[in-house]
């Protein structure tokens, strides 16, 4: 749940990010952000993801999609399953604490775990995931998968959500245009 120990690179939102839902509600960065960081150990896929939001609440949560497939047939279809969306909720409180993670569409992703906290500036988690569904996909010597993100923000109650862009589209069945990380050894 220590983000300062992140050393590999930072990925965030633009100034102006792509945005989606109730866009009427979002007003600049500080509203809504993400920075987002990635690495591998030798079972598991690991995110760190910093979000900038004025106000935390219940339903302020971050999707990653997360691609796995070989790099020819993501090359041939950018369909993404649904099961390649992982959702973690917002920590509510400021000592680090487990997040809850679900996957397609609310079911329990439980081989996943993600630790957070709330911060001054909005709130971070690290999730980890296993490699297996990289592995069964590529194959143990697996070179890239690919990623994208949204931060769905809700300022009040009841408020409809806007949802902050990196790398993704509106559509999450689209997986154009996630980032393609490549595997370093």
């Not at 979000?51 to 020819?72: F, S």
């Not at 980890?128 to 996909?137: E, G, H, Q, T």
């Not at 070179?143 to 109650?157: E, F, L, N």
């Amino acid at each position: 749940g220590d983000l300062q120990e992140w050393t590999e690179p930072w990925w965030s939102t633009t100034d102006k990010p792509e945005l989606s839902g109730a866009i009427q509600n979002w007003t600049t960065t500080s509203d809504c952000s993400l920075e987002l960081s990635a690495c591998y150990a030798a079972h598991t896929l690991n995110f760190a993801v910093r979000v900038t939001d004025e106000r935390v609440l219940a339903g302020d949560k971050v999707t990653l999609a997360v691609d796995p497939r070989p790099l020819l047939e993501r090359l041939t279809s950018t369909v993404l399953d649904r099961k390649t969306l992982i959702t973690v909720d917002a920590p509510l409180s400021t000592e680090v604490s487990t997040c809850t993670v679900t996957r397609n569409r609310g079911r329990d992703f439980p081989k996943a775990t993600a630790l957070g906290r709330k911060t001054s500036q909005g709130y971070e988690f690290e999730l980890s995931l296993p490699l297996k569904s990289i592995v069964d996909a590529q194959g143990a010597d697996w070179s890239s998968i690919q990623v994208g993100a949204r931060v769905t923000d809700v300022d009040a109650p009841a408020e409809d959500s806007v949802e902050v862009l990196w790398r993704t589209n509106p559509d999450d069945r689209d997986g154009r245009p996630l980032a393609h990380l490549i595997r370093q050894r």
